[in-house]
């Protein structure tokens, strides 16, 4: 076999492995909506359930599939894209310092249905004895059949859930 065959049986190969590009995606709004908190909330710890704390982007099918989508990633594992995102949203350098944890019990993505995100958390003001506020929250927004879409719709519960935690900053009651 020449030189010239070689190749071109090289190049067929490995273009029948080629694979379809990764898409990434973020939890981190374009421009956060509202104005800056007047408390400082340092997210302490994020926990997300672990079928879909991972760095592809995972899907509910029917009523009991999951589906782990190859080419559609988040920036980082789940539990970091929501650490740095609510981290991104909630620190106002200068207020009065709180203290976030938060334990996500599900993140269902369902495309052409909704995005949904039920959590438990904690907020506690830093150096203070005094109990802290523990809270829960269910968000759910309707998605569109793209996997953009179901990423803004995710997008939306945790805008809404920083307003919530805010809301509980302020007045030192769960929303």
């Given at each position: 076999?020449?030189?010239?065959?070689?190749?071109?049986?090289v190049?067929?190969?490995?273009?029948?492995?080629?694979?379809?590009?990764?898409?990434?995606?973020?939890?981190?709004?374009?421009?956060?909506?509202?104005?800056?908190?007047?408390?400082?909330?340092?997210?302490?710890?994020?926990?997300?359930?672990?079928?879909?704390?991972?760095?592809?982007?995972?899907?509910?099918?029917?009523?009991?599939?999951?589906?782990i989508?190859?080419?559609?990633?988040?920036?980082?594992?789940?539990?970091?894209?929501?650490?740095?995102?609510?981290?991104?949203?909630?620190?106002?350098?200068?207020?009065?310092?709180?203290?976030?944890?938060?334990?996500?019990?599900?993140?269902?993505?369902?495309p052409?249905?909704?995005?949904?995100?039920?959590?438990?958390?904690?907020?506690?003001?830093?150096?203070?004895?005094?109990?802290?506020?523990?809270?829960?929250?269910?968000?759910?927004?309707?998605?569109?059949?793209?996997?953009?879409?179901l990423?803004?719709?995710h997008?939306?519960?945790?805008?809404?859930?920083?307003?919530?935690?805010?809301?509980?900053?302020?007045?030192?009651?769960?929303?």
């Amino acid at each position: 076999m020449g030189l010239k065959p070689t190749l071109v049986a090289v190049a067929l190969l490995l273009g029948a492995c080629r694979s379809d590009p990764i898409h990434y995606h973020t939890l981190s709004p374009v421009q956060p909506e509202g104005q800056r908190s007047s408390n400082d909330i340092q997210v302490e710890q994020v926990s997300v359930p672990p079928q879909v704390d991972r760095t592809q982007m995972v899907i509910r099918q029917g009523n009991s599939g999951l589906a782990i989508l190859e080419t559609e990633w988040w920036g980082a594992s789940l539990a970091d894209e929501l650490h740095s995102s609510l981290d991104e949203q909630l620190n106002n350098p200068g207020a009065a310092k709180l203290l976030l944890r938060v334990d996500v019990q599900r993140f269902d993505s369902i495309p052409g249905r909704y995005a949904r995100m039920d959590a438990q958390w904690r907020l506690r003001t830093l150096g203070n004895d005094a109990r802290p506020l523990t809270c829960r929250s269910s968000l759910q927004t309707p998605a569109g059949g793209s996997i953009d879409e179901l990423v803004t719709a995710h997008q939306h519960n945790v805008q809404q859930f920083v307003e919530l935690v805010e809301q509980a900053a302020s007045r030192k009651a769960c929303p």
